[in-house]
């Protein structure tokens, strides 16, 4: 990592000067539509969509001023506001702009945009449309938060930020009892994740003193300890991990495809789950400090990326595939971090941004035109009734695929080559097992959504969907065909950016020569290619047929190879019971049972007293008087 020396900038240093911006137009819009989106009525997505438009322009305009500096002086730090201040702890709000800041704030608004402007179209006619829209925006503002701050608490208050909006969003339509228990799933499994980084976070301060970047990444190598930088790095990566969806904390991120779909595109492509890889990128040094750190990042990642893809080529519902799709995808960037390869992370990010965007909007069309109905098994013939969706979403299928000289081309093939030519063998052929399962989950999508016959009578009535729909999709497909000029190569526009930030692409000289590795990667997208349009496109395979043969892999697989089930066995059965027990036993009838008892006493006490209050005075004088009768015996008898 190299580090550069932070350039402060004010109100009058043009674009740079106004970073203060980017994330206070999205909150501002959000607070008019969530407080008077009554008033504001159908103009809402409208006002929302031209929020994140401006903040977009303000975000490419401090990035072409970033780009204009000298490369080891692209750093720009705006300091606000003093946030805390207690003895020598300061925590300010300082906004951070550099080459991986600069990425990210491109993707989440440029990206962001487009789905607010297809949500106009896709929520037309909800009862909470301006709530709706107040939600995304404020979504795209604690995102914004999260990847400007320049310390690790502004960080994490963008963090919990979107986690709260994911919780909001996902469950929009609580009426239906899935969607509520999908957002807090969502919202209960990423905090497992977020309480582990928060005490990674109190370790720094504990070792540096601060939450700044800055005094935090030039000292970390020799600040912490192997030890302490490991157990620091694997609590931040655990936040990585829920929040990423990562294995083992990945379960909630199907089931959160129960919210409106712009929801489920916009955690998919520019907010929440990207936020993961962004803070291994961030914290580089803290996990370059370890031994074994990024080895563990690179581990998980390939799992997670099989196991994803492997369950992904099972799903019956589109936007269940394209969840697990985004799970397995993630793996790859998560596998590049811990190669070493920042820049490659940050570049697959970038190209995953378009496809995976225009892939679950194209989806949402699908579910538009199909009257609401998501399952593949009653789609097929929609290339001719939704022919601009059908061909915009054949481009995104072709990127992720890895077809070549689309942006998924670039993006995959650039890890794989990385562990190729550093002889990491077994990342690179799993890798590429796992690209295989790319192609082959994502073309039996294409295949079983567009072709062949319509095999339901929502297939027979499908329709396009409207213009404000499919633009977005347009203008997506032209960044999932032509992303790849942002490609890695020596002189790769992403990696030279990056460099004064993260440094080189590692590569070395083994591994198999260019022209076959290429050959290689070629062969394996269009072998899942074709082996899905045999099974699922030529008419000469009975799928369901064969799935039946296969059983129970593909049941295995549909339901995640039921670590739901065993998570509801291993914790939230027990945790239940534990619950019970704790209501209805230990508190009903042991601490209750005990304040009961002893107010009881008192009560029989008092009624018992009760009784010695007659009224009258001949009965009290003859208590005195048998009383010192007692008092007298009881004195005479002592003497």
């Not at 310390?151 to 994911?166: A, D, H, Q």
């Not at 369950?311 to 793996?331: E, F, H, N, P």
């Not at 909007?361 to 290339?383: C, T, W």
């Amino acid at each position: 990592m190299v580090a550069a020396e932070a350039i402060p900038v004010s109100a009058a240093d043009g674009a740079l000067g106004l970073l203060w911006l980017l994330p206070a137009i999205p909150l501002g819009v959000a607070f008019v539509n969530l407080f008077f989106g009554q008033k504001v009525g159908r103009i809402a997505g409208v006002v929302a969509s031209l929020a994140v438009l401006v903040s977009f322009g303000i975000a490419a305009n401090a990035v072409r001023e970033l780009l204009a500096l000298p490369p080891e002086q692209r750093l720009v730090v705006q300091h606000l506001f003093d946030w805390i201040s207690v003895g020598s702890f300061k925590v300010g709000v300082d906004l951070r702009l550099d080459a991986i800041s600069a990425t990210m704030i491109l993707v989440v608004t440029g990206v962001g945009a487009l789905i607010h402007i297809y949500a106009i179209g896709y929520m037309h006619g909800d009862p909470r449309f301006g709530r709706f829209f107040a939600y995304l925006n404020l979504f795209v503002f604690f995102m914004l938060m999260l990847v400007l701050g320049g310390n690790y608490l502004l960080l994490y208050l963008g963090w919990e930020g979107v986690g709260l909006c994911s919780y909001l969003l996902i469950g929009f339509w609580f009426e239906k009892e899935e969607n509520a228990e999908a957002a807090k799933k969502a919202f209960i499994t990423t905090r497992i994740g977020d309480s582990a980084m928060m005490i990674g976070l109190a370790l720094i301060v504990f070792h540096f003193g601060t939450l700044d970047f800055e005094p935090i990444f030039g000292a970390a190598g020799e600040v912490l300890s192997n030890g302490a930088a490991t157990a620091v790095a694997l609590l931040l990566f655990a936040g990585a991990i829920g929040k990423s969806a990562q294995v083992p904390l990945h379960v909630w991120l199907p089931d959160a495809m129960a919210g409106p779909t712009p929801v489920s595109a916009l955690i998919h492509a520019a907010t929440m789950v990207t936020a993961g890889v962004y803070l291994v990128v961030r914290s580089a040094p803290i996990f370059e400090a370890s031994s074994i750190a990024l080895d563990v990042v690179a581990v998980v990642g390939l799992v997670t990326l099989l196991f994803a893809g492997v369950c992904a080529v099972a799903q019956w519902d589109i936007k269940r595939a394209l969840a697990y799709s985004t799970i397995s995808q993630l793996g790859y960037m998560f596998l590049a971090a811990g190669l070493g390869a920042y820049a490659a992370a940050m570049f697959f990010l970038v190209a995953h941004a378009f496809y995976k965007a225009l892939l679950f909007l194209g989806s949402g069309s699908v579910i538009h035109g199909m009257d609401e109905e998501q399952d593949m098994r009653k789609m097929g013939g929609l290339f001719r009734k939704m022919p601009v969706t059908a061909v915009t979403m054949i481009l995104g299928a072709l990127a992720l695929a890895g077809f070549p000289f689309m942006a998924g081309f670039f993006a995959k093939d650039v890890v794989l080559e990385i562990a190729n030519t550093n002889e990491r063998w077994g990342f690179y052929v799993l890798g590429s097992i796992g690209a295989l399962l790319s192609a082959t989950y994502i073309g039996r999508l294409i295949f079983l959504t567009f072709f062949g016959k319509p095999r339901s009578e929502q297939a027979e009535d499908a329709h396009e969907s409207p213009a404000v729909m499919w633009i977005p999709l347009a203008v997506l497909a032209l960044g999932a065909t032509f992303g790849g000029w942002l490609s890695l190569g020596p002189e790769g526009r992403i990696s030279s950016f990056m460099e004064p930030i993260v440094g080189l692409v590692p590569e070395g000289e083994a591994g198999l020569g260019r022209p076959i590795f290429y050959a290689v990667a070629v062969a394996v997208t269009l072998t899942g290619l074709i082996l899905t349009w045999w099974i699922h496109g030529s008419g000469r395979v009975d799928w369901l047929a064969q799935r039946e043969r296969l059983e129970p892999l593909p049941r295995a697989s549909l339901n995640g190879w039921y670590v739901d089930r065993a998570y509801d066995l291993l914790f939230v059965q027990p945790g239940k019971t534990a619950a019970w027990l704790a209501a209805f036993v230990v508190d009903a009838k042991g601490i209750d049972g005990l304040v009961n008892a002893i107010g009881g006493g008192v009560k029989r006490l008092a009624q018992g007293g009760r009784l010695m209050q007659t009224g009258f005075v001949r009965s009290y004088a003859l208590a005195v008087f048998v009383g010192a009768v007692a008092v007298l015996a009881w004195v005479g008898w002592r003497l």
